[in-house]
């Protein structure tokens, strides 16, 4: 198989499941040849001027390199983990050199851009794509979307969650049991913004001040501009309940996520898909508290949490944790349940990609 992945760096959730799905066909005995389509070598210029003329020049390198092994080498698939906006630009190449050369496609799909209305674009690329297409869902609505807006035949759609890179072994950690006086940690953790619902839960903290709810909350991130950095010093000024822990990585992320008893995380990001955060959340038990966008209401329902309407109300955030607090879903048998479904979710996904694995051996 011959993999286009945006790889790490720049570090994102894109380029980690890439990395991950690479992993995966290594250790399946799938003959593979990587191409990294992101320029990882000058990832501190991201975020820069310089980084879209970095990203055109290293594109034409990567054109040549694909062109060349589509030529000469014997892979069948060409996999694509395809951009979400303008950036599909760049894959009509990708996608038409593998076309017109033969090959069989695979499309990973990791944004609702296109899905949560008709893209001219998208529909220009399956075009070019031709006929001999398969694509990697990331739940049932993403798989919806593309059949109904596009007229993708169903049976060429695998739904594969990002919970298939997830290892079951992880979802075995000791976590920290709600305080004898009965105070909720309730934690975010994003790039912190307004789009990604900083503000609503600052309000909803706030919300639950007035009412007596007894809670600490945790706030984790670094703050991508200076209104969300100002509403969050701001409430820290006022609040005893609130802390700011700036970004966590690896054991310090994790034992931050142990720690709390409830993951909220109220997007307002139209084309989010599958958050990673909500299942990294979950492989400890949080109860999570979220919205309804992209494929996260079925991701939150099937872990026995509370799904946000898309307006994503701060009142709609304090309503849903009295209501858990209420019904005891803070609690030890609760916590341990939702580590049951996770860890069910973990192995379905295991198997859905198992069948992916089963088609291109086949083939």
Same mark, same amino acid.
């Given at each position: ?5 945006d790889l790490p760096?720049?570090v994102?959730?894109l380029s980690?499941i ?9 250790t399946?005995?799938?003959d593979?040849k990587?191409i990294?389509?992101?320029?990882s070598?000058?990832s ?8 879209p003329?970095?990203k055109?020049f290293h594109?034409?390198?990567?054109y040549?390199r694909?062109l060349?092994n ?6 069948r698939y060409?996999?694509?983990s395809?951009n979400?906006g303008?950036?599909?630009?760049y894959?009509?190449a990708?996608?038409?050199m593998?076309?017109?050369l033969?090959?069989s496609i695979l499309i990973?799909?990791h ?17 070019i ?15 919806e ?10 049976s060429?759609?695998?739904?594969i969650s990002n919970l298939?890179?997830s290892e079951l072994?992880?979802s075995?950690?000791e976590y920290?049991?709600?305080n004898n006086d009965?105070?909720v940690?309730?934690?975010?953790l994003?790039?912190? &913004? *307004?789009?990604? /619902?900083? =503000?609503?839960?600052?309000? @909803? ?6 009412? #007596?709810?007894p ?6 991130g670094?703050c991508t501009d200076?209104?969300?950095k100002?509403?969050?010093n701001?409430?820290?000024e006022?609040s005893?309940?609130l ?5 966590l990585?690896?054991?310090?992320k994790?034992?931050y996520?142990?720690s709390?008893d ?11 898909a599958?958050?990673l ?7 400890y038990? &949080? *109860?999570?508290? /979220?919205? =309804?966008?992209?494929?996260? @209401?079925?991701?939150i329902?099937?872990?026995? #949490?509370?799904v946000?309407?898309?307006?994503v109300t701060?009142?709609?955030?304090v ?6 607090l209420?019904n ?8 341990e349940?939702r580590i049951?479904?996770?860890?069910s979710?973990v192995?379905e996904?295991h198997?859905?990609l198992?069948h ?8």
């Open positions: 198989m011959l993999m286009l992945v760096k720049p994102h959730g980690n890439n990395k991950k799905m690479v992993e995966v066909l290594k399946r005995s799938v593979t990587v990294n389509t992101a320029p070598y000058a501190k210029y991201h975020n820069h001027w310089q980084w003329i970095i055109i594109t034409l390198l990567c040549v694909c060349w589509l030529l000469f080498g014997k892979h060409v996999y694509r395809i979400g303008t950036g599909q630009i894959d009509l990708y996608l038409g593998a076309r017109l033969g090959r990973h799909h944004s609702f851009n296109y899905l949560n209305k008709h893209s001219g674009l998208f529909r220009f690329l399956l075009k794509a031709g006929r001999n297409v398969s694509h990697i869902a990331l739940g049932k609505r993403m798989k979307k593309l059949t109904e807006l596009y007229d993708v035949p169903d060429s759609v695998f739904v298939a890179f072994t992880d075995v950690f920290s049991e709600m009965g105070e940690k309730i934690g975010h994003s790039n912190l &913004c *307004f789009e990604k /619902g900083l =503000d609503v839960f600052l309000d @909803a903290c706030k919300g639950l001040e007035d009412i #007596g709810f809670y600490s909350a945790y706030v984790v670094p200076d209104r969300s100002g509403k969050l701001a409430f820290l006022t005893n309940n802390s700011y822990l700036g970004p990585y690896s054991d310090d994790e034992n996520l142990r709390l409830c993951f909220v995380f109220p997007t307002k990001y139209r084309n989010e599958e958050p955060v909500l299942y990294e959340a979950a492989r038990g &949080c *109860f999570l508290i /979220g919205s =309804d966008r992209g494929c996260m @209401a079925d991701s329902n099937s872990l026995g #949490g509370m946000l309407k898309q307006a701060y009142d709609e955030v309503t849903a944790l009295t209501e858990a209420k005891n879903m803070f609690s030890k048998d609760k916590r349940e049951s479904k996770y860890r979710l192995a996904s198997n859905a198992n992916l694995m089963e088609e291109i051996h086949a083939k």
